[in-house]
């Protein structure tokens, strides 16, 4: 069965089309990442899943069920912008939060959530007590602590330090080995190349990639060579100009290639060496980053958006 | 179902469990009763002190005035306390007799204005000066029609001032102090008295028997026939309205601060939680309509829990001072019933309009229309309780967003309340209960979710009814 299934969906805002036709199929089990800068559509579609907002057009079948409403027990969901009542104490609060997914008797699993984050100690303070970033792994405990079959996870990276984000992302790795069908949505691209099996990339409410990441990378990226060459000979414009190199990108020291395709790297390489002294070849398949880049044509300020958060997402 | 109750205990929780509520159930009776209590008490400890007019007679040879010190007298000493409890139950009046001016009209009014000199000086509360032919009977018939407005019969006649009249006698005080108008309602009846049948020249005893009446008229309440002796028992009209009285309006006030209390502050935590985002959080987990009866019935029960605290209270003090059939049980299931109607009601109106808005600011102007009816009843208790079975009492009590407070209001007061009036308007406020809960519900399932500027009617209007 497949976790959720939408078919020719469609959803507009007072005259904005936020999701235009959309299709995908999430298969159970599997970790799902939707990519996409902000204003894509992404949140509006895990909505839609969520049934918290309903499509203009189109099916959205979800564990098998068309007529769900937005509390189904089942389903695990944190959206994106998220807050919980400060004045509660955390183990209340979470408590709360699993009760209203039907759990008789929370406590016991709060606690496991809490000692595995590391909050044990916090299970007694008020919310308005704690950090951003514990505030983040209490928010994320109330998504998961019901044991859904699918979780839904809207930006649940942001704002996290490196030390939180691992933290979430080796909790979410967990779940993914329990058996637990995992949506996420992000705009770090790196992320969702490390954890996904599954990558659907929105843009402008269109979809504009859906697969494993090796097929699209297959289907839409060529390779991409990072070379150093000594004393940077020739720099770009000698590069360019030497043949099968379709585009040159500087990154300083280092440049990358973008080869046609079917070409030879090995007589790209020797072509090389005829420039100068080759310090650094490197074969290497095009991020996601410039994977987007090159199909959907954003305008500068949301490639650079993107590109930002790959170069910060541990290059 | 279960879900519900979820959210209705942590909203009830989450609002009784602080220091504010409990310190705020504590101090609001003693605020709304001890202004009561204060003013009452300032008011019964001025009132023992004794109050002192001055008499000015212009009577040819003076002789009303010392017949008013006879009568005042017999008033201090008899009337004016309280046959049950032996305690004064209205001051003592004291008359000090001045001596009267010079009748030269500059004399008269140099003589006005020093006794308003004194009167300011709070040396006497007022001062009343008898016309020099306050005791010419015809004079004084003629004098008074005269100041009604009718035309004198001998136009030859000077008009003459009505106040300056004199066969009228003039008392002249700070109209606010009530210990004079006490006197002057009291000196209506002594001087007609007086002037009208010529007491100045009647014998001493007469004047004594006269003045020795006791009032004519006592008030009671109505005759019913026992059921068990057969005999007819006049019931005790003063004591037992006042009684009512306080009864009926103290449950209104008390419904009034509930209402306030439960249903108001929806409004703020349910935009509160819009803004800051839990609002999404829960509609993961919960339908818009359950997050909404969640949080009402949550308040529902502060509401309740907050009265039945005041409600023992005083029941318990009602009993105590043994005037427990006042209280009776079902006045006080009628206003439960209508409080968790009008919470409900309001509550589910103040909900939806938290809902469509996005900004602390933008409730202020749908406030309004909800508001109103919640503060109508309070303009209109006087009318009520003055005429509790009138057009306008029944036609507000039967109007469902007012029926709550109105309608305990005239159960509370004892009136003629038809059981068809009774009926009619429980099925009403059912009805529109329902109805507001509808309504609210369909405006907070679309408002929930939407950012931007605060919605016109128009627009709330098409959200209940699209879809």
Known sequence: MNAVELVEVNKAFSNVQAVRNLSLTVPEGCVYGFIGPNGSGKSTTLRMIMRIIYPD????RVLGAEKLGAANDLVGYLPEERSTYKKMKVREVLCFHAELKGLRRPAVLVDEWLERLGLIDWRDKKVESLSKGMAQKVQFISAVVSKPKLLLLDEPFSGLDPVNNEAIRNAVLELHRTGTTIIFSTHDMRTAEVMCDYIFMIYRGDKVLDGTLESIQNQYGTDVIRVRLEGNSGGVNALERVRDVVGVKDLGHFKELRISSGSDTQVLLQRLCELGRVMHFEVSRPSLHDIFVRIANPTAEEADATRNLAVVGGE | ????????WREFNATVRTKAFVVGIVLMPILMCGSVVVSIVTEKLEDRESKTIAIVDRTPGGKIAPLLQTAVLKRNAEDSIDKKTGERSSPE?????????????????????????????QEIIGFLEIGSEANNQRATVSAILGAIGKPKVKPKEEAVDGANDPALSRFQTKPTNSGAIDF??????QITLITRFGLTDVDEKMQKAIFDQKPPVVMLGLTKRDEATGKAIDDEGNMKSAAQLLVGIGLMMLMFMMVMIGSTPLLQSVLEEKMQKISEVLLGSVQPFQLMMGKLLGMIGVALLMSAVYVTGALFAVHYYGYGEYLPTSLLLWFMFYLVLAIIMYGSLFSAIGASCSDMKEPQALMLPVMTPIIIPLMLVGLIIRNPDGLISRAVSLFPPTTPMMMLLRQALESNVQVWEQVVSAIGVVLFTIFCVWVGGRIFRVGILMQGKAPSFGQLFQWVSRE
């Open chain 2, 1 to 8: 179902m279960r879900k519900v109750m979820v959210i209705a």
């Open chain 1, 57 to 60: 057009s189109g099916t959205v």
């Open chain 2, 93 to 121: 009046f004291n008359l000090e007799i001045v001596p009267p001016s010079s009748s030269t009209a500059e004399a008269i009014e140099e003589q006005r204005v020093q006794l308003s000199e004194r009167v300011k000086k």
């Open chain 2, 184 to 189: 002057y309602r009291w000196s209506l009846m």
